[in-house]
């Protein structure tokens, strides 16, 4: 079902997980194209991944979800394998996302959760944690052609009631010079309505 979803054909593809197994182990990273929505129900089980994905020649996602896809993903932890040697960011995001009762287990890499496009909306007891001193949460507006319009935009819900443990970082890139400067363009935004944050290196204001 996964491996349909890598090609662009404006699919609607549902999983949900059966079986005895608690853990899921030597999964492939989840790769859903352009025009396609997934809906991956963990049904409270773990997914381990040991084959990452990506781009040509960078595959140390162990999700890249690109832009013009829809993804939900509810009720079980997702993770790299302990012997993956390619892992970096447990789930790389351009798509439409939705994060319900999830836990992103980033515990061995230095980031959880990138997304440089696209809506995401985490909802539920869904808890990020990522390595000591690493990123939990990166927001980029990616300033160039094919990503200017739309931006990076992430909201915590109000149902929120899980913990966000590392560091969280909203910026814009611009490709001349890669150039990292604050956002004043409103491309990048994080909406926070619940929640626990730890570790986070925000200001956070009532």
């Keep these: 079902a996964l491996n349909s979803v890598t090609t662009a054909e404006n699919k609607n593809v549902e999983i949900k997980l059966s079986g005895d197994e ?9 790769n859903p194209k352009a025009g396609n929505n997934l809906s991956i129900d963990m049904n409270h089980k773990t997914i381990e991944v040991g084959g990452s994905v990506g781009s040509h020649n960078t595959a140390t996602n162990g ?3 690109l832009k013009g896809s829809t993804v939900l993903l509810k009720n079980g932890t997702y993770k790299f394998a302990e012997d993956n040697q390619n892992s970096k960011i447990l789930i790389q995001n351009y798509s439409n996302l939705t994060l319900e009762n ?5 515990s061995n890499v230095m980031y959880a959760l990138s997304t440089n496009c696209g809506n995401v909306t985490i909802k539920g ?3 990020i944690s990522v390595a000591a001193g690493g990123t939990a949460l990166d927001i980029m507006h990616w300033e160039n052609t094919s990503y200017n319009t739309e931006g990076s935009h ?4 109000e149902s929120m009631t899980g913990t966000v443990d590392g560091k969280i970082e909203v910026y814009c890139w611009r490709n001349e010079n890669a150039i990292i400067r604050p956002v004043d363009d409103g491309g990048a935004t994080l909406i926070i309505k619940g929640g626990t944050f730890k570790n986070c290196g925000l200001t956070l204001e009532q």
């Design 22 to 30: 608690t853990t899921i182990t030597g999964a492939n990273g989840i």
């Design 102 to 106: 999830m836990t992103l287990d980033a």
């Design 63 to 65: 999700a890249q979800l």
């Design 154 to 157: 992430v909201v915590f819900d």
């Design 125 to 127: 007891n869904t808890n």
